[in-house]
């Protein structure tokens, strides 16, 4: 599968569990619904155990209640950066990414976790869409896309909004889990 537009990186790190996000686009007045594609993650769990354990729980709590991620949507879109999702509506309970320093830098597809200093706590993620060596030692990598690339983030990118970041084009996570 094309990777943005060749293969994907090889693993930084041991890959310990893999999940997905099923991304879809949604109609201006927001009621219909257009699949944009999966997005298929490889996560880190022994380079960066407590951001993999949170973001785990974020797709695929218990089995009991909807996964936290399901309709929250891509929030922020830095073009030619990265694309940023996880802003959970403050009547979620959530607990914060904690960093980890692990030495992994952000290639094309890194995920990693996002810090909202006002906040001081966040459940927000970001893909980055190039290498972002100024994102290195500031964000804790926990894994990378392995598919979807191309047609999730690249598309989210192509459609980036506002010099603040707000997207033209609301996209939202439909379903997700551990695959």
């Keep these: 599968?094309?990777?943005?537009?060749?293969?994907?990186?090889?693993?930084?790190?041991?890959?310990?569990d893999r999940c997905f996000?099923?991304?879809v686009i949604?109609?201006?007045n927001g009621r219909e619904k257009y699949p944009v594609g999966r997005l298929e993650?490889?996560?880190f769990g022994d380079a960066a155990p407590a951001c993999v354990a949170r973001f785990k729980q974020l797709v695929s709590p218990d089995g009991s209640t909807p996964p936290p991620l399901k309709g929250?949507?891509?929030?922020r879109t830095l073009k030619d950066f990265i694309v940023q999702s996880g802003k959970l509506p403050d009547?979620?309970?959530?607990?914060?990414?904690?960093?980890e320093k692990n030495g992994l830098v952000h290639l094309p597809g890194s995920l990693s976790m996002s810090q909202d200093e006002a906040a001081l706590c966040t459940s927000e993620f970001f893909v980055a869409v190039r290498a972002a060596p100024e994102c290195?030692?500031?964000?804790?990598v926990?894994?990378?896309?392995t598919a979807g690339m191309k047609e999730v983030i690249n598309d989210i990118n192509k459609r980036a909004g506002s010099a603040d970041g707000a997207p033209w084009a609301s996209y939202e996570i439909a379903s997700c889990g551990l695959l």
């Design 26 to 28: 949604l109609s201006p």
């Design 91 to 99: 009547a979620r309970p959530f607990a914060p990414f904690a960093a």
């Design 72 to 75: 929250v949507s891509f929030h």
């Design 142 to 145: 926990f894994g990378q896309a």
């Design 41 to 43: 993650l490889a996560l």
């Design 136 to 140: 290195d030692g500031l964000y804790t």
């Design 21 to 23: 996000l099923d991304v």
């Design 1 to 16: 599968m094309l990777f943005g537009f060749g293969a994907p990186p090889p693993p930084q790190a041991a890959v310990t």
